[in-house]
């Protein structure tokens, strides 16, 4: 039987769903956690409604998890001298440190990867992989 695209597609995105839940599961973080710590830059502050839309969520949803993060010392806020309705949000050290830790996973992550393929068939499977991210 010939591999179907679509189901090799699934079982790569399960795998990478398996290798996030380790990782979350290390920091005891939600999955809408992990994205939010992920979707902050370590030195550029943003309001609620820009990491909402980093995250993928709607602004209601972006909002809840900014106040758990905030809860949970990940993340800190600050009124906006500019604009005293608007708070602005920044990684707080904890949220640095485990923001830290998860890129480090992550680029060990890639280095597996990267090990097991030639330079040329790197390339190729990001080349590949920009085609399918177009197609669909």
Same mark, same amino acid.
């Given at each position: 039987m010939?591999?179907?695209?679509?189901?090799?597609?699934?079982?790569l995105k399960s795998r990478c769903l398996e290798k996030e839940e380790s990782i979350r599961l290390e920091f005891g973080l939600s999955p809408a956690?992990?994205?939010?710590i992920l979707a902050m830059q370590p030195d550029e502050p943003c309001n609620c409604n820009a990491l909402s839309k980093n995250m993928g969520l709607s602004v209601s949803r972006g909002s809840r998890v900014v106040e758990k993060l905030i809860k949970n010392k990940y993340l800190e806020q600050e009124v906006s001298k500019?604009?005293?309705?608007?708070?602005?949000?920044?990684l707080a050290p904890r949220g640095l440190r485990v923001r830290k830790k998860i890129e480090a996973m992550l680029s060990e992550c890639e280095q597996t990867i990267? +090990?097991?393929?030639?330079? +040329?068939?790197?390339?190729?499977t990001i080349k590949i992989f920009h085609k399918l991210e177009d197609c669909l």
């Open positions: 010939q591999d179907r695209i679509v189901d090799l597609i699934l079982s956690e992990y994205r939010g500019a604009d005293r309705r608007n708070i602005i949000l920044k990267e +090990s097991k393929l030639t330079d +040329s068939e790197i390339k190729n």
